[in-house]
DNA sequence: TATTGTTATACTCTATAACTATA
DNA sequence: TATAGTTATAGAGTATAACAATA
């Protein structure tokens, strides 16, 4: 793939995941943009939405963290879902500066409407492994990612 | 991981796939928008001035198709470059239609000066998995790449 | 002092559709 | 008819820094 830079075979072998790595991301985002589109949803509010659903109501710090984002970008992104009433902000008891984010009976709705044919969809996509072949990748992504976050604070 | 959702085994391997696939990739590239600020560099300008560099000056729609971005994209991404004097737009030998886009010697200077550091950074991330832990993930991302890209028309 | 969240700021990215020029 | 690229449209995402309220 790559021919013009002369790193040492190590370094060719990296960075060869790396792009690997981004576009098969690419690629799956693209697909899911697609998908939610009918629904009014971009992926990072399916994100929030997906993590609500699963993990139940959270405060937002939590969210951003857990997803990885500013504490900024979380605001602006909760603002749009409230506007579209797929959440609310409830009051924290215990500590008043603090929001708890929950799912509305619209966003229950909305993501148990999406989610089956989602994980379906995402089914068939891994279908193009074994399930050995998906426990491997399961493993070596949980290496990988454990790593990258604790090599830097985020 | 999700414990909500009631879907059969295979669509829970898969789901926790994909959360950790699109985990590892937001790692990855928070941390390189950090590194690229100081050159006032994005995520996509990187990728665009790597692949120029790597494989010779494109014409936009191959850059198009290799980037899984629209036309539409890669157009407004291209000027902002341009702009900044990353890159240059020159007519095409045969096609006046077309452009081919090739690196300014300023868009050549800043991709070899980043260029070492940023591989070398990568192989630092990736060094968490053995080198036959690499070439598993490896063939595992190329297989499932190309499925999800042959199962759609993107 | 530290933490939670908002706001202000300023851009970048993204897709789609309509369009122009050329093939 | 099909393709290369632009533009118009419309909006979403993103981070950072400064800030207010609370812990």
Same mark, same amino acid.
């Given at each position: 793939?790559?021919?013009?830079?002369?790193?040492?075979?190590?370094?060719?072998?990296?960075?060869?995941?790396?792009?690997?790595?981004?576009?098969?991301?690419?690629?799956?985002?693209?697909?899911?943009?697609?998908?939610?589109?009918?629904?009014?949803?971009?992926?990072?509010?399916?994100?929030?939405?997906?993590? *609500?659903?699963?993990?139940?109501?959270?405060?937002?710090?939590?969210?951003?963290?857990?997803?990885?984002?500013?504490?900024?970008?979380?605001?602006?992104?909760?603002?749009?879902?409230?506007?579209?009433?797929?959440?609310?902000?409830?009051?924290?008891?215990?500590?008043?500066?603090?929001?708890?984010?929950? *799912?509305?009976?619209?966003?229950?709705?909305?993501?148990?409407?999406?989610?089956?044919?989602?994980?379906?969809?995402?089914?068939?996509?891994?279908?193009?492994?074994?399930?050995?072949?998906?426990?491997? *990748?399961?493993? *070596?992504?949980?290496?990988?990612?454990?790593?990258?976050?604790?090599?830097?604070?985020?």
């Amino acid at each position: 793939m790559a021919t013009k830079y002369q790193g040492n075979s190590e370094e060719k072998r990296a960075l060869d995941l790396f792009i690997k790595l981004m576009r098969t991301h690419d690629s799956l985002e693209n697909k899911l943009r697609h998908e939610f589109r009918d629904f009014k949803l971009t992926p990072p509010q399916f994100g929030i939405l997906e993590t *609500l659903y699963h993990l139940g109501p959270l405060q937002q710090h939590v969210l951003a963290s857990k997803l990885l984002k500013s504490a900024g970008n979380i605001t602006r992104v909760l603002d749009g879902m409230q506007e579209s009433g797929l959440i609310e902000r409830r009051a924290e008891p215990g500590d008043r500066r603090s929001f708890r984010i929950h *799912l509305t009976p619209k966003g229950k709705k909305t993501i148990e409407k999406i989610f089956p044919d989602f994980v379906a969809g995402i089914r068939t996509l891994f279908g193009a492994l074994a399930a050995g072949e998906q426990e491997q *990748l399961n493993q *070596l992504l949980r290496k990988l990612g454990t790593h990258i976050r604790h090599s830097y604070k985020e």
